[in-house]
C-alpha cells in the first residue's frame, strides 16, 4: 500500500498542477499539486522504511517515469516534463540519503529529510523549469516567490506528517512502539 499511495499521490500532483490555476496568496504563487508533493516525501520515507534504500531508488526510477509519461499526457512542454524529472530526482534521491543517515526518531527523519528535498525540489523546478532561464512562464522578480510560496506548503505538509507519524510512534502500554 505504502508503494501505491506513493506513486498515486505524484500522478495526482501531476494532474491538480495541469487542472487549477497556481493559487497566488499575496505575493506568494504556489501550484495547486504542491500539496501533494510535500505528502509524496512523507509516503517516499514511509516506502523507505519498510523497503530499504536500494529498492527504495527502484520506486523512485518508476515513479519517476511514471510522473515524466503523465506531465507529458496532460500537455507539458518537453522543457517542463524534463524540469519536473531533474526536480524530482534530485529532491527525492536527496530526501532518500538525509532520511538514511540521520540517527533520529522517525518522525523527526521525515522532517528534516523533506524539509531538504521539498526546498531543492521548488528551487530547481522553479528556476529550470519557470523562470525566463525556462519556458519563461515567470518574471524574475516573481521566481522567489514561486519558490519560497512552495517551500511554505511543503515545509507545512511536511511539518503535519511528521506530527502524525509521531503520534502514531508514541510507545503503546507495554512499552513498545508501533512501526509504521
Known sequence: MRILFYLISIVTANVIT???APLHAGMFIVPMGTLLVGAT???RDLVQNKYGRTKTYMFIGTALLL??????ILGDTLLIVAASALSFLVSESTDTEIYSRL???M???VF???LA????DSVIFVIVGLSPL???FLPWDAVPFAILGQVIVKTAIQALGAAILHQVQKPNQNGSIPTV
Open 18 to 20: 495541469a487542472a487549477f
Open 112 to 114: 528534516y529529510s523533506g
Open 107 to 109: 518522525s523527526w527523519r
Open 67 to 72: 510522473s515524466a509519461i503523465v506531465s507529458a
Open 117 to 120: 528535498g521539498g526546498f531543492l
Open 134 to 136: 525556462g519556458a519563461n
Open 41 to 43: 516525501f512523507i509516503f
Open 103 to 105: 540517527k533520529l526518531p
